[in-house]
Structures are given as C-alpha cells and as structure tokens.
C-alpha cells in the first residue's frame, strides 16, 4: 500500500521534545529581546528598515513597535507579538511587560517540564496564581478620590516615566490630561488630533483647543470663513481628464478633440454646481480637485480644501458632527457639519487650517515639537500609550497604589491559606512570617 502524504509538499512536522523546545527557544527569545527596554532604565532599540535612500530609522522602547517591525518564523514567539498587539490595541501601554512576563513564565515552564510535570498541571497552576493575583489586585485597589486631575496627573506621570518624554513629563503629563478631561468621559480618543511638527525643542509643544488640519485651501479662495456650513465628500473631482487605463479615442480633428475637453469641462462644471447647490460655503474633499473645479469654487466664493486623507476626513466628520457624501442629487438628506471659525495659523514655518468652536466639544490638536522626525515619532507612540492609560482610569476609577510591594506580599501571603490542593496545604499556624 502506498504512503498516503497529508501535508503539504513543503511542510515540515515537529514532534515530542524537539517541538516543545522550539517553542521554548522561540517565545524565551522575544522576552530576552525587549526586556532591555523594560522600566525607566529601560534602553532604546534602533530598527533599520529598506535599503539606500529609501532605509527608514525607528528609535523605540515601545514593545508593540519592536515587535511588529521584527519578522518571525517560530509560531511560540508569533503569539508573543500577537499578545502585545493585542495589549496595545486594548489597553495602549504595558505591551513590553506582557511579553516579558509571558516569557518569563515559559522559562519556569521550562524547567518545570524537565521535572517531569505535566504541561497541564503548570496550567493549572498558573490558573490558580492568576485568581490569587487578581482577588489581590482587587482587594488593595482604591476608589479614585475626589481631586480626580490630580490622580490622572499621577498616572501619567508614572506612564511617561519610561519613555522619550520623562525629561519632560510634567509637561506633557498636563497636555494629556487636559485633553482626557475634555473628552467628558466618552473615552473617544479620535476627538483629540496629534499634530508633529519638526523643529524647536519638545518644551514647545502646547495644547490647542481648535481642530487642526495639515492642509490649506485652494488659489484666490477665502483664507477665512466664519459660521462655516461644510460639506465633506469622497468624489473624483479630476474627470475633467480621459483616465480609462488602456483607452483609446480615435478623431478625424483637432476640433473634435476640443469639443471632448469642452464636454469634459461642462460635465465638471454641472457636478461642482451640484456641490454649489447645497448652500454651503466650505468643501472638504478626500480626493484631489484639479485646477478647473478650483477655480470655480473661487468664483462662488467657497473654500475648498482637497486631499484630506482617510483618517483625516473620518475624523473631520466625526469632530464637525458631518456626514462623508459622495452623490449630490439630494441636498435634503445630506448632514452638513458646522463650526464658528475656520482660519490659517502657523506652527513653525508652516501653515495649517484651525477649526474653531466645533460641535464635538472635546476636539482638540497635541502639537508636538522636536528636533527630528525620530524624536517626534517616539512622542507621538509615549504620549498615545499615556492617553490610553488615562481613558481607562476614567472608565473604571480604581487606583492600585505600590504594585511592586503590596501586591506582591498580597500573593505570597494569600499563597498559604488559599486551598490548592488538599494534599500540600501547610497548616495556616505554621505559616512563615513574611518579613
């Protein structure tokens, strides 16, 4: 009878010890990779990635960044990286400690296994700490107390601590707070912009309470416009051109080509009409607006604004209180958004748009400066985490004061009088004393 292959031709099966020390080395090797980054001694990676004119720098500490920039084979050290996606898509910080205390386990694992026990047994046993851990947690967590700011200057004091921004941590611990405390407890960290400029030091960096965006609006369109109705939109506003990839158009004449660009013309003409239409004196395009169009927004007076990128226009509806359209057959049903001032203002040498008074309350822009794009980059990933941090206090309002000390000796002292199994539970008077 012939051998019947179930995998595939390029596959390849590990089994017994030689998998089970593949997973080891591989997991053990992403903790001892970024626990070097751990803590406020904690040092910088340099990643290099690309090559010649296109090698692109990060200088990090952050776990998530490390890890997700590092190619891995071994499937033990992928779910590490995973883990601390996950930990920082959830929480926003913390995503070095997870990685390290899950390799850590493994090397105890590791040993333990060489004893001869049960995989499922140390599960077990990590099951049982964990509810030890927590009941710990639990019991010495404190209700935030009345002067609320004060607490969340604390927490994020302790965040940047370990980060690019610790020499300036009282500063940007005050920008942080200020623009959580504007949120009102609706944690929606889309409301608060980041806005990196280079140059000057990071001591200038300031909190906006506008709405800024990197963009600025057409030729001979006004620079200003107060009581703006706003119509944000995702439509080509380029097809004054022929862009059929791989078309042709046969004509017996030049004039026959002209009489195309007129109709293309008239047929863009028609649709910025149709904008027109909506009585709106500002326009917000995701896509490009090519001269022609430009030029007619300026006729009518409008402000038109091109090339706001995805993130961008979501944000800008959400902020502007506005809806994304990309047919203008029906004024009536579109959301328009709204704000009491829309002007230029220049952060270093160059020129952004502010949106003043917006329905979204809490809108606000984090102008960060710094001397290079690396220094930036860095602040933007600290002062994200810090921001995580402090939404989630808000949310749940418990403090845990002395981790390192008093949850510690919670566990150890919990460790004598919790049942874990009937056969080695020390009598509770032969306990030994934990000083």
């Given at each position: 009878m012939l051998p019947v292959q179930i995998l595939k031709e390029n596959a390849e099966e590990e089994r017994g010890e030689l998998a089970r020390m593949s997973s080891f080395v591989g997991a053990i090797a992403i903790g001892d990779l970024v626990k070097s980054t751990l803590g406020?001694?904690?040092?910088?990676?340099?990643?290099?990635?690309?090559?010649?004119?296109?090698?692109?720098?990060?200088?990090?500490?952050?776990?998530?960044?490390?890890?997700?920039?590092?190619?891995?084979?071994?499937?033990?050290?992928?779910?590490?990286?995973?883990?601390?996606m996950t930990q920082?898509?959830?929480?926003?910080?913390?995503?070095?400690?997870?990685?390290?205390?899950?390799?850590?386990?493994?090397?105890?694992?590791?040993?333990?296994?060489g004893l001869r026990m049960h995989p499922q047994t140390i599960i077990a046993g990590w099951r049982t700490a964990l509810k030890i851990a927590q009941d710990a947690l639990t019991k010495s967590a404190k209700k935030s107390g009345s002067d609320l700011r004060e607490d969340l200057l604390k927490i994020a004091r302790t965040t940047l601590g370990s980060k690019i921004l610790s020499q300036h941590k009282d500063l940007f611990s005050e920008l942080a707070v200020e623009a959580v405390l504007r949120l009102k407890s609706s944690g929606n960290l889309d409301a608060i912009q980041i806005i990196k400029k280079l140059g000057g030091s990071?001591?200038?960096?300031?909190?906006?309470?506008?709405?800024?965006?990197?963009?600025?609006?057409?030729?001979?369109?006004?620079?200003?416009?107060?009581?703006?109705?706003?119509?944000?939109?995702?439509?080509?506003?380029?097809?004054d051109k022929v862009k059929v990839f791989g078309s042709r158009v046969r004509v017996e004449s030049v004039a026959k080509v002209a009489e195309?660009?007129?109709?293309?013309?008239?047929?863009?003409?028609?649709?910025?009409?149709?904008?027109?239409?909506?009585?709106?004196?500002?326009?917000?395009?995701?896509?490009?607006?090519?001269?022609?169009?430009?030029?007619?927004?300026?006729?009518?007076?409008v402000m038109a604004?091109?090339?706001?990128?995805?993130?961008?226009?979501?944000?800008?509806?959400?902020?502007?209180?506005?809806?994304?359209?990309?047919?203008?057959?029906?004024?009536?049903?579109?959301?328009?958004?709204?704000?009491?001032?829309?002007?230029?203002?220049?952060?270093?040498?160059?020129t952004l748009l502010r949106f003043s008074g917006v329905p979204l309350g809490e809108a606000c822009s984090v102008v960060l400066r710094g001397a290079t794009q690396q220094i930036l980059d860095e602040?933007?990933?600290?002062?994200?985490?810090?921001?995580?941090?402090?939404?989630?206090?808000?949310?749940?309002?418990?403090?845990?004061?002395?981790?390192?000390?008093?949850?510690?000796?919670?566990?150890?002292?919990?460790?004598?009088?919790?049942?874990?199994?009937?056969?080695?539970?020390?009598?509770?008077?032969?306990?030994?004393?934990l000083a």
């Amino acid at each position: 009878m012939l051998p019947v292959q179930i995998l595939k031709e390029n596959a390849e099966e590990e089994r017994g010890e030689l998998a089970r020390m593949s997973s080891f080395v591989g997991a053990i090797a992403i903790g001892d990779l970024v626990k070097s980054t751990l803590g406020p001694k904690g040092m910088d990676k340099i990643l290099i990635s690309g090559n010649g004119e296109h090698q692109n720098i990060t200088v990090t500490n952050d776990g998530a960044t490390i890890l997700k920039s590092i190619g891995v084979d071994n499937p033990a050290a992928k779910v590490l990286v995973d883990m601390s996606m996950t930990q920082d898509s959830e929480v926003g910080d913390g995503t070095t400690s997870v990685t390290v205390l899950a390799s850590e386990l493994l090397k105890e694992a590791e040993q333990l296994i060489g004893l001869r026990m049960h995989p499922q047994t140390i599960i077990a046993g990590w099951r049982t700490a964990l509810k030890i851990a927590q009941d710990a947690l639990t019991k010495s967590a404190k209700k935030s107390g009345s002067d609320l700011r004060e607490d969340l200057l604390k927490i994020a004091r302790t965040t940047l601590g370990s980060k690019i921004l610790s020499q300036h941590k009282d500063l940007f611990s005050e920008l942080a707070v200020e623009a959580v405390l504007r949120l009102k407890s609706s944690g929606n960290l889309d409301a608060i912009q980041i806005i990196k400029k280079l140059g000057g030091s990071m001591s200038e960096s300031y909190l906006d309470d506008g709405f800024l965006l990197e963009k600025r609006p057409g030729m001979y369109q006004p620079k200003r416009m107060e009581k703006a109705k706003i119509l944000i939109a995702n439509t080509p506003m380029d097809t004054d051109k022929v862009k059929v990839f791989g078309s042709r158009v046969r004509v017996e004449s030049v004039a026959k080509v002209a009489e195309m660009e007129a109709a293309e013309k008239e047929k863009m003409k028609d649709k910025v009409n149709k904008i027109l239409s909506h009585n709106i004196n500002v326009f917000i395009n995701r896509q490009l607006i090519y001269n022609y169009p430009e030029q007619l927004f300026a006729d009518a007076k409008v402000m038109a604004i091109e090339h706001a990128d995805f993130e961008g226009i979501e944000r800008l509806a959400l902020v502007l209180g506005g809806d994304v359209v990309s047919t203008f057959d029906a004024p009536e049903s579109v959301k328009f958004g709204t704000c009491d001032l829309i002007e230029e203002v220049m952060i270093g040498e160059d020129t952004l748009l502010r949106f003043s008074g917006v329905p979204l309350g809490e809108a606000c822009s984090v102008v960060l400066r710094g001397a290079t794009q690396q220094i930036l980059d860095e602040a933007e990933r600290s002062l994200h985490d810090a921001l995580c941090v402090l939404t989630t206090h808000i949310k749940v309002l418990f403090l845990r004061h002395n981790l390192i000390a008093v949850e510690f000796l919670s566990c150890f002292d919990r460790y004598f009088d919790y049942r874990i199994s009937s056969n080695n539970r020390p009598p509770s008077n032969n306990r030994p004393p934990l000083a």
